[in-house]
């Protein structure tokens, strides 16, 4: 079994930066699956923030996130990250790692793993 623990959320200010980071452990591994970033607000469904694919090579964005998140992973520590620059208020939320381990997929149902979830609170 799959287990995703997130880190590295907080408070920051508007137009500061985050790294968040997913931790795998457990079998499949995480390096073998694509891996997603969604986020979520009290009152909304959970958005999807971007996905990349288990080589690294191939990431997707949202609409609303594109050119301020970058999602990268490091294969050999079985771990995926979320960069967060350039950060608004309406960033707020709690962000959740996912791995799909049947692929590349924008379907959030096809990913069977999920983590907790790490906060980031934006305040202006």
């Known amino acids: 079994q799959v287990q995703l623990v997130e880190s590295g959320g907080g408070l920051v200010q508007a137009g500061g930066s985050l790294r968040l980071s997913c931790a795998g452990s457990?079998?499949?591994?995480?390096?073998?699956?694509?891996a997603g970033w969604f986020r979520q607000t009290p009152g909304k469904e959970r958005e999807l923030v971007g996905i990349?694919?288990?080589?690294?090579?191939?990431?997707y964005y949202g609409d609303s996130v594109k050119g301020r998140f970058v999602i990268s992973r490091d294969n050999a520590k079985n771990t995926v990250y979320l960069q967060i620059d350039s950060l608004e208020v309406e960033d707020t939320a709690v962000y959740y790692c996912a791995a799909s381990p049947i692929g590349t997929t924008t379907t959030e149902s096809d990913f069977k793993y999920w983590g907790r979830g790490t906060q980031v609170t934006v305040s202006s």
């Open positions: 457990g079998r499949p591994s995480i390096s073998s699956c694509a």
């Open positions: 990349i694919n288990w080589t690294g090579r191939s990431t």
